[in-house]
């Protein structure tokens, strides 16, 4: 039996498309408080990992090597939109790691921000690394490869030094063994493991609240959550629901999206985390499905986020999109 819907979109009177996928939400012990769907099956969580993947870059001393800030932890944690700033701060990383964009691996992107690809365009310039939305979380992999005096070349393949630290740093948050048949290479090249939703909603609870974690890795945890709610905007850009959130609730909420309809988060005041899968990795319902579960704990958030009229290029209503009853009993049942 596969999930159930989570989201709705209408036309007129009549429900046009659906979007199915789970939901788990649990405490830092693994206690599942609120479920809908399969979330014990393994699911890649793409880029909604990233703030897993920077541990070893503070567990390792690099960034305090490095004498990287707020600025610079908080993009190691992101998915950029591409824009001159962000570029320039991933340059500004690497060179205080004495490297410069050639060193990267994750490949060369357009910006996610069409306003920052119109602007390159208009300069004659073509994108590069430095735009790639992962390029802040691979400047991060560089710094821990150079504090360690490790090779730099090959630093993104599974079996080179700076993927095993982060292979045991998920291992150690998720509790899980993440073996070579969980493995898969994600877009920017680097390893993503698969998970299932429940290990990764219970990782999130502990990286906010640092239960069953050690003094290292939770002073770790927390400098990584605080960077996040101190450069939002660094995490993710302009317009986009990561940042929107953050940026209004810092402290309350951390949240990290993902490709193919993953978002992972949590609320450290009531040491929950959580994680979601959209199964047709539809963007939209993934972020309808994120924005409901910060709204229903904060309502103050009710203006951010996907909201619920859809509305034609003449600017008429013309249907909506909704939470499932399915995600409204999981939402109801929230403390």
Known sequence: MGNPVLVEL??????????????????????????????????????????????????????DRHAFGTRELAIACGSHSGTREHAATVAKMLLMAGLDASALGCGTQEPLDSSAGRELARAG?????????????????????????????????????????????LEGVTGRRLGSDLRGIDGCSAPNWAVPLRSLAGAFARFVTGEGLSHERWRACRQLAEACWAEPMLVAGPGRLDSMLMRALPGKVLIKSGAEGVHCGAFPALGLGFALKVDDGGKRAADLVAASLVRRVYPEAEALGPHALLHNFRGLTVGEIRPSQALRRLLASLP
Request: proline share 7%; net charge positive; glycine share 8%.
């Open 10 to 63: 209408t036309r007129g009177l009549w429900r046009e498309s659906v979007h199915a996928g789970a939901v788990a939400i649990t405490r830092a012990n693994g206690e599942l408080v609120a479920a809908v769907g399969d979330v014990e099956r393994p699911v890649f969580p793409r880029s909604a990992i990233k703030p897993l993947q920077a541990l070893p870059l503070l567990e390792t001393g690099a960034a």
């Open 125 to 169: 310039l073509a994108p590069t690394a430095l735009n790639h939305n992962c390029s802040g979380k691979h400047a991060g992999m560089l710094a821990t490869a150079v504090h360690k005096a490790e090779a730099i070349e090959g630093y993104w393949l599974p079996d080179h030094p700076v993927q095993n630290r982060i292979l045991k740093a």
